[in-house]
């Protein structure tokens, strides 16, 4: 698992943060899983730091998507940094974000190889 460098300051605003990260994101060359209407997915509600569940509603051409939450809220344009899916769709090469085992901590990382 390669691991990314982690944000300085965790009190840095949910803004900031989300555009940090869609930027580390492009620096990095990171892939995302392809995006399609109805997939189960969890995103970050208003670039907050907590993850909601939802489905994609609309892919918008421009890197965001419409997404209609569990709870019934909406978002018309949520970057994809901010989108984790819940189906798995994963391969090798496409950057994940998992939970360190015994810390709980997430940490964002690369698909190298799956295990049979």
Known sequence: LAREPRAASAAAA???AAASTAAAAAAAGRRFTP???GMKV???YG???KYYPGVITRDNGDGTYAIKYD?????????RPLIRTEEPTWSEGHS????EAGT???????ITRHNR
């Open 96 to 99: 994940v974000e998992v939970r």
């Open 14 to 16: 949910p803004a900031a």
């Open 71 to 79: 709870d019934g809220d909406t978002e018309d344009a949520v970057k």
């Open 104 to 110: 709980g901590r997430y940490l964002l990382g690369v």
């Open 42 to 44: 969890a995103a970050k």
């Open 35 to 37: 995006l399609r209407t």
């Open 47 to 49: 670039g907050g730091a």
